[in-house]
Every structure is written in structure tokens, then in C-alpha cells.
């Protein structure tokens, strides 16, 4: 740790303090805020329940993968626990990973056909 720590005056503790009680009340008017209101502390996915200091485990999701969409009624948010959030946005990945220029490539038609004829191996006996 650093020995040339500033020791900070009552003006700018009273200023430091009182921009800490902004972005509270900030983030309490946000939607992570909101949507805990809302919504039983349980992930969506895995139906774990979250309390106490775990709460923090419980993240919100945007159905639509749009965060600038937040309606008052919390129908595009979902609450999911780290583990399966992170799982969600996961598959959203490799989805676009999967329909990129590969999969757009043309897929050689198999003509190898292994069955070809067996009607004919039946009929003789």
C-alpha cells in the first residue's frame, strides 16, 4: 500500500458522501432494482433461491439482449443466477459464431448410400 495517502478535508468527505448517496439512489431507480421488486429472489433457469449476501449471485436478463429496453412492468427482464446468465448469453455466442460465414458455405451433398440394394439381398433367398 502507498505511504502518500491524501487525507481528504470535511468539505470534500461531505462531497465524496454525498455523491455516494446519488449513484445509490441511482442504481435503486435502476432496473436491477426494480426488477427484484418485482420478481421472487429465484433464478428463472435452475429455480435457485437467493438471499442475504448471495442476492448479489442474482442477475437481471434482458429477454431481448437489449438493455435500452426496460418497460415499467419488467416483461422483458428475467432474474438468472450468475452461472446460468452467463450459460444464456453462452448460447447467444455460438449462435452467431455458428451462422457466421461457415455455416454459409455450400454443404456437399452426400451421395454415398449405405443401404443401396439391400431389397435385392432379401429378394434372392
Wanted: net charge positive; with cysteine.
Amino acid at each position: 500500500m502507498s505511504k502518500n495517502v491524501k487525507k481528504l478535508d470535511e468539505a470534500q468527505k461531505t462531497r465524496l458522501l454525498a455523491e455516494l448517496h446519488r449513484d445509490v439512489a441511482q442504481r435503486q431507480r435502476g432496473y436491477r432494482e426494480r426488477a427484484l421488486k418485482l420478481f421472487p429472489p429465484l433464478c428463472a433457469r435452475c429455480a435457485r433461491e437467493f438471499a442475504g449476501l448471495r442476492l448479489k449471485e442474482l442477475t437481471v436478463h434482458h429477454k431481448d439482449h437489449n438493455h435500452d429496453n426496460n418497460p415499467p412492468d419488467g416483461s422483458n427482464w428475467e432474474l438468472l443466477c450468475v452461472y446460468c446468465h452467463d450459460h444464456e448469453h453462452e448460447k447467444m455466442f455460438l449462435g452467431q459464431h455458428l451462422s457466421g460465414s461457415r455455416a454459409e458455405e455450400a454443404t456437399p451433398v452426400a451421395t454415398f448410400q449405405p443401404f443401396a440394394g439391400l431389397d435385392d439381398l432379401f429378394k434372392k433367398k
